[in-house]
């Protein structure tokens, strides 16, 4: 199932909740349909409403083993600085920003202190994720809350596990989920990553979190191999996209 956040160009500011199926977006009163529209009529919003909090997780050089436990690298971002999946952001100070395609999910239930078999139940999708961040003069590296507060984008839709049984490739630490991402500047491809190059799992993710603090339903997790080799400003647009999870379409102005 793609559920979706969602506003119809008939009446802006009122958010609605559905499921994207057959080329329609259904609004649902939670349980069941309740109206049918045309893409002409709606306009998708991050399928993630207000998160209480946004980690980031920069994976791109593998966690290392402590005493027995996987460490995981990840800073928060700035849940108020969220970008609709066909949304614009401007520059600011640096005029250039980096782009990070992410693998994004959200949390469905509370764990703290959970094993990962237990993490393993506590997502409740997979969706795509992008994070912005300007580069910085002081030449401070990742990460930086200032520079990191550029904003994120994740979506278009949310899409539940049961859909993405198939692209598992293993479950010895939770399910590993094999998912090709592109990522696009302009058209012209950018970055290309396999999710199951990932050195954690979905569950072991959530499960290295629950052990700082206890997770809450609707914490949002980025996922990251790293930043694209370029930088983006005014007048570029990024796409990330993937067969299974849909694309993103993000503009700098």
């Known amino acids: 199932m793609k559920l979706c956040r969602f506003e119809l160009s008939s009446q802006p500011g009122v958010v609605r909740s559905g499921i994207v199926y057959g080329g329609k977006v259904y609004e649902t009163d ?17 399928p993630v409403g207000n998160p209480p909090s946004v980690r980031l997780f920069n994976l791109g050089s593998a966690g290392a083993f402590s005493g027995g436990e996987l460490h995981l690298p990840f800073s928060y971002l700035n849940p108020a600085s969220s970008i609709p999946p066909f949304g614009t952001v401007p520059t600011a100070f640096s005029g250039k920003m980096r782009a990070w395609p992410c693998l994004a999910f959200v949390i469905a239930s509370e764990a703290h202190r959970a094993d990962v078999l237990a993490a393993a ?15 910085d003069p002081s030449g401070q590296g990742f990460p930086s809350g200032r520079t990191m507060d550029a904003g994120y984008s994740v979506g278009p839709v949310l899409t539940t596990l049961d859909e993405l049984e198939e692209t598992i490739v293993t479950d010895l630490e939770g399910p590993m989920y094999k998912l090709t991402i592109l990522t696009r500047v302009n058209g012209q491809l950018a970055a290309e990553w396999v999710t199951d190059a990932l050195p954690a799992t979905v569950a072991q993710m ?5 052990h700082s603090a206890k997770l809450l339903p609707g914490e949002l997790f980025l996922a990251t191999m790293g930043p694209i080799d370029a930088s983006v400003e005014h007048g ?18």
């Open 206 to 210: 959530a499960s290295y979190a629950s």
């Open 30 to 46: 939670g349980a069941q349909p309740i109206a049918v529209y045309d893409w002409s009529q709606a306009r998708l919003l991050s």
């Open 121 to 135: 139940e506590v997502p409740l999708g997979l969706a795509l994720g992008l994070a912005l961040q300007h580069e």
């Open 236 to 253: 570029d647009e990024i796409q990330v996209a993937c067969d299974r999870l849909g694309a993103l379409h993000i503009a700098i102005q």
